[in-house]
């Protein structure tokens, strides 16, 4: 820090020295807890005094470290390197690392005495090296240890041997093919020991061989209580001859699991999240059970529920969207045969049809989440039946697929059975404007809305919305839904909780002019956080000027791709120069802006009468723009744009500009 005055320095020290010492140490701490780390990072440079002191004094808020080597400079490293120690417990290395530098990375953290990590997540790297892997495994204390987006084979009998504490697994690698049917070599270690009794959560998201590899490994995890196989995200690279692990085999070698889910059971482990954090027991019985019809058929998996119809509390039956099951019509059947009094989740698609009487008979007070996707949904036409439901008091996510509807009345009646529900999904269906303001008139504790690909009986704009009642509104999602306007829109943004907002425009009605624009960014609500418009052709500096009275606004995003008239090219999305700047420079919490099919215009209030556009930007010439106007500001766009136009990049948020 540089002063003006010869005795400032001495006089700033002194201050900062008796704040800390004047104090009591609890209190000092209340106050540094309050920071975060780039806050300590900044509070180091006040004195040399508090270069030393911030980090003593902070030591907590550094248990979980989030090192990406293409953010940080060698000077931020040196800074951290005073906060870390044995205090440091979690620990996420990302941004697709070069392998040794992985390598150096992990020394350097065990240089600094990090020998008390518990929690390691490798995002984006390889380990090819496995002995030099292994040997630094061994001298952290890792209890879970998870990498995803892998690439390179792993040989997990010799990891779960160097992490002997591990309790959690997860491996996600970038590909799957015949590669991973065998462990890779490992040279000059012990002999592997017959079990690896810590381990209780095993997540591999990979086609594997059954009988080479994953039995082997299953044999050795006695305790295993969590079993994941291969998401969704694999179905295609399956192999012909690939067969999951049989039921039987599987609860023979690991007596205690309780929760199972299958390959292709799944969309993504992302969506595992409750599992993962949640707390694992030794109860005795399946309580968590996800599988894909195509893989195992009716009756293996009667079987299963039949036994564990006691304590089943989440349950999810899918087929493959592409290739519906012959199976779908027997599960009827099936759910007669008994009860599940501990319910709490079920997700069924069009594989696991089941009528409409069975599936209310299912349904009990317990369940909490029901998603029912193409087109394995209630009949709501049904009066009689929608009459006898009972109250779900518990119910707090309901999500719908190919819903049609005829009798707003009918569903009125089923969300008056909902008093809980938080969360409303509904895609792929048929709705009447009547409903859609009903449903957010009677819903009063919703939180989460989302529409996607629906299809309006009657002509939605020749529809009055009164103001919305759901007042604890919070994230409101709508795309690929026809006759979305400004004049709807207005009626989301009066909700007194709202923080999201996620639309996709209807492009014929926003190619009228950005008065519409201008008037939803002047009443939206002031919690907003995150703001996404698509289908925008413009975006003039009133507008930007607006935005920047948001005063929690984060997260921006805004396109024109055109998505319900794909057949037609459309035009760039044009922004105003100085009002993109204005934003940038003047949002107070803005971190992230992204944009899509880009074009950067010199005064875009005022007409051009020769039809020429001042937004023929470069990417590195729009990269110098905001090197110089915003310098805190980083330009990211994809890799090899460079000296192409901004309007060329079609991809989804193909320029991003983030905080540094």
């Known amino acids: ?62 248990n979980t470290i989030v090192i990406d080597t293409s953010k940080t400079n060698e000077e931020t490293h040196k ?11 979690n620990v996420t290395i990302g941004a697709h690392v070069d392998e040794q530098v992985l390598y150096d990375v992990l020394q350097q953290l065990l240089d600094l005495n990090c020998t008390k990590i518990e929690s390691l997540e ?60 065998s462990e890779p070599e490992v040279l000059d270690v012990p002999d592997l020991p017959d079990q690896f009794p810590s381990v ?37 690279t399956q192999r012909p001859d690939h067969q999951p692990v049989d039921f039987d085999l599987l609860f023979t070698l690991c007596p205690k699991i309780t929760h199972v889910v299958t390959d292709w059971g799944y969309d993504s482990f992302y969506h595992l999240s409750d599992i993962e954090v949640g707390t694992l027991n030794s109860a005795n019985g399946i309580r968590y059970f996800a599988a894909m019809e195509d893989r195992y058929n009716a009756a293996q998996v009667k079987t299963l529920i039949a036994a564990n119809q006691s304590t089943i509390e989440h349950l999810s039956l899918r087929a493959h969207v592409f290739s519906f099951s ?30 409409n009487p069975t599936l209310i008979a299912i349904l009990g007070p317990t369940v909490k989440i029901l998603k029912l996707e193409n087109g394995s949904s209630l009949e709501f036409n049904d009066q009689l039946l929608l009459q006898s439901l009972p109250v779900f008091p518990l119910l707090h996510t309901l999500e719908f697929s190919e819903l049609t509807i005829d009798t707003d009345r009918s569903v009125i009646a089923l969300f008056e059975r909902l008093p809980a529900l938080e969360d409303l999904i509904l895609s792929y269906s048929t709705l009447t404007p009547a409903l859609f303001q009903a449903t957010l008139g009677s819903l009063r504790n919703l939180k989460y809305f989302d529409l996607f690909n629906i299809k309006w009986k009657q002509d939605a704009l020749g529809c009055h919305f009164s103001k919305l009642v759901a007042s604890k509104l919070k994230y409101v999602r709508i795309s690929w839904t026809p006759h979305i306007n400004y004049e709807l829109l207005l009626k989301f943004v009066h909700a007194p909780m709202l923080t999201h907002l996620d639309i996709m425009m209807d492009q014929t009605i926003c190619n009228t002019g950005y008065d519409g624009l201008m008037q939803l960014v002047t009443v939206l609500n ?58 940038l420079q003047n949002s107070k919490r803005l971190t992230a802006v992204n944009f899509s099919k880009l074009s ?36 990211f766009t994809p890799e090899g744009s460079y000296g192409m136009k901004l309007a060329a990049l079609y991809s989804a948020s193909s320029v991003s500009l983030k905080r540094k």
């Open 526 to 583: 002031k919690r907003i956080e995150e703001l996404n418009l698509q289908n925008i052709p413009q975006v003039p500096f009133t507008v930007f000027n607006a935005l920047c009275e948001l005063p929690y606004l984060q997260r921006l995003l805004l396109n024109n791709e055109g998505a319900h008239h794909m057949n037609v090219t459309s035009a760039p999305l044009q922004v105003d120069k100085a009002g993109l700047i204005h934003i």
């Open 79 to 89: 800074c951290w390197e005073r906060f870390l120690g044995e205090h440091v417990k």
């Open 200 to 236: 209780t959560y095993l997540c591999l998201d990979m086609i594997l061989d059954v009988n080479q590899r994953l039995v082997q490994l299953l044999k050795r995890c006695p305790n295993l209580q969590c079993y994941i196989g291969a998401s969704l995200e694999n179905l295609d």
């Open 1 to 62: 820090m540089t002063h003006d005055h010869p005795n400032d320095s001495s006089l700033t020290s002194a201050m900062q020295l008796a704040f800390m010492a004047t104090l009591p140490s609890d209190i000092t701490l209340e106050i540094f807890a309050l920071l975060n780390q780039h806050d300590c990072l900044t509070a180091m440079t006040v004195c040399q005094d508090w270069l030393y002191a911030v980090p003593e004094y902070t030591k907590g808020l550094w």
């Open 122 to 181: 490798l995002v984006g790297c390889s380990t090819t090296q496995q002995n030099t892997f292994l040997s630094l495994l061994r001298r952290l204390s890792l209890i879970r240890l998870k990498m995803t987006i892998h690439r390179s084979n792993v040989a997990f009998a010799h990891v779960f041997n160097a992490c002997p504490n591990m309790t959690h697994f997860t491996y996600q690698p970038t590909l799957v093919d015949d590669t991973f049917d």
């Open 600 to 635: 950067v215009v010199d005064n875009l209030n005022q007409t051009r009468e020769d039809g020429e556009n001042d937004g023929e930007l470069t990417c590195d010439e729009f990269n110098t723009l905001i090197n110089e106007q915003v310098p805190s500001y980083q330009l």
């Open 326 to 355: 012959s199976h779908g019509a027997t599960w009827s059947n099936v759910f007669q045969s008994f009860s599940l009094p501990r319910l709490r989740t079920l997700i069924c698609n069009s594989g696991f049809k089941i009528d």
